[in-house]
């Protein structure tokens, strides 16, 4: 049920999984810094909804779409400034458990 749901629901993604990462111009400024938490809470996400799609023909795209997030901004979680660096480790774990738990669901497969 939650695949043809999806589908619905995100029809664009569902069909090309083109969602681009959000760019940040300064990892200094408190306010753009977030934009790497959306990166990663992103990647993180559709981690997940990989996990529940199983095996479908947008898992490609998809997977390929939430590993340019995560590359995105995982380099700069320990950029050395402050404004990022107190908080974005946590999300970067998130993200990355996410991603060891869909990798290991493919692998049992």
């Known amino acids: 049920a939650f695949q043809p749901w999806l589908k619905g629901f995100l029809p664009e993604l569902m069909a090309a999984g083109n969602l681009d990462p959000a760019k940040v111009s300064d990892r200094t400024d408190p306010r ?3 934009l ?10 559709l981690y ?17 779409t939430a590993d ?4 995105a901004s995982l380099p ?8 990022g660096e107190h908080w974005l480790g946590t999300f970067a ?10 990798m290991g669901s493919v ?3």
């Open 93 to 102: 774990v998130h993200m990355l458990d996410a991603r060891n738990r869909l």
């Open 32 to 34: 753009i810094v977030h």
């Open 48 to 64: 997940v909804i990989l996990e529940a799609l199983k095996a479908s023909p947008a898992q490609r795209s998809l997977l390929v």
């Open 107 to 109: 692998a049992q497969k």
């Open 68 to 71: 340019r997030h995560a590359e």
């Open 36 to 45: 790497d938490g959306l990166n990663l809470s992103r990647a993180r996400n």
């Open 76 to 83: 700069f979680i320990a950029s050395g400034s402050y404004e």
